[in-house]
Every structure is written in structure tokens, then in C-alpha cells.
């Protein structure tokens, strides 16, 4: 909700662990009570001295307000974003997208991109935040992989692509 804070929300030990490979750092966990000796086990140790919290499934969907897939949240600082015009230095392959407000098919977006080789990822400031939490599972942590960021709040990017070479 508060990008600027850099704050985000990552869910499922996939997505957790492709956030942590990118080099983002974990503030605290938020685990189903079952999965501490089980697959969270690997990545809370991993993270070494942070808080981890722990509940049934039942208390963690009224506490967060959702069914948690695979009972494993955790808080994590964001990474500062890069200007896109660093971000496109040297690279031949971006998607953009263009006012993709859906998380659910920004995340989609994602990992078709992934899959398609995309070198970057630009988002038009419409766009719905990648690191929203239903964003960031549904593309299963392809947003930790895929480098990206939000154009500018102007309708010139185009000729800056342009200028940079881009069709």
C-alpha cells in the first residue's frame, strides 16, 4: 500500500526464496504453525536473527483476511527502482505494460515474459505495483527475476524508447 516505505509482502516459500536470491531483505516471518519444521524451515534459518511469528490456519485467514497458500508470509524491504533508461542500458528485450491494473495478470504478464526471454520489464504508472502480494505469486517470484520498473507519470517514454533505439 506504501511503496515509497519499501515494504512489501511475499508470499509462499517459492516467492520467498526468489526474493531472497534477488537480494531482498527479509524483516519477519508469518508462519502456518504446521510448516516451521517443514518447508519454511530451510528459509527461516536462511534469514538468520528475525522475528518469526507462528499460528494455526485458522487464526492466520482472520489475521491477514485471506487463505495463505502454503502458510508462509514474510515482510521484506523493497530495492530501490532503478530509471529505466538505466534499466534498458545494454538490453535488447522488454515488455511493457501499459496501464495493467489487474496484480493477477500483472503477475501472469510476468512469467510469460520470463518465459519468452524478456530482458526487462517497464510498467506505465498505471500499472499495478509487481510486488503486490497476489502479483508477485501469481507470477510464482518471476518478478524477482525479471528486472523492472515503472516508466515515468509523462507520455514520453515512447520517444525515449525510441531514442534508445527501441521499436
Given amino acids: ?33 504446521k ?39 514474510c515482510a521484506m524491504r523493497r530495492k530501490p527502482l532503478r530509471k529505466f533508461q538505466d534499466l534498458c542500458d545494454g538490453i535488447n528485450r522488454i515488455a511493457i505494460l ?22 526487462a520489464v517497464l510498467l506505465s504508472p498505471g500499472c499495478s505495483d509487481p510486488l503486490y502480494r497476489r502479483a508477485s505469486r501469481v507470477s510464482m517470484g518471476t518478478v524477482f527475476q525479471i528486472p523492472w520498473t515503472f516508466l515515468p507519470d509523462d507520455e514520453t517514454y515512447v520517444s525515449r524508447l525510441h531514442k534508445l533505439g527501441y521499436k
Fill in 1 to 33: 500500500a506504501e511503496p515509497e516505505k519499501g515494504i512489501f509482502i511475499a508470499e509462499s516459500p517459492k516467492v520467498i526464496e526468489r526474493a531472497l536470491d534477488s537480494g531482498c531483505k527479509p524483516i519477519s516471518f508469518l508462519v502456518e504453525h
Fill in 98 to 119: 501499459e496501464n495493467v491494473q489487474n496484480p493477477t495478470n500483472v503477475g501472469a504478464i510476468f512469467r510469460s515474459a520470463a518465459a519468452l526471454n524478456m530482458e
Fill in 35 to 73: 510448516h516451521i519444521e517443514g518447508e519454511a524451515k530451510e528459509l527461516i534459518r536462511r534469514c538468520g536473527d528475525i522475528p518469526v511469528y507462528t499460528a494455526e490456519y485458522e487464526v492466520l485467514t482472520k489475521l491477514t483476511g485471506f487463505a495463505l497458500t502454503r502458510g508462509m508470509l
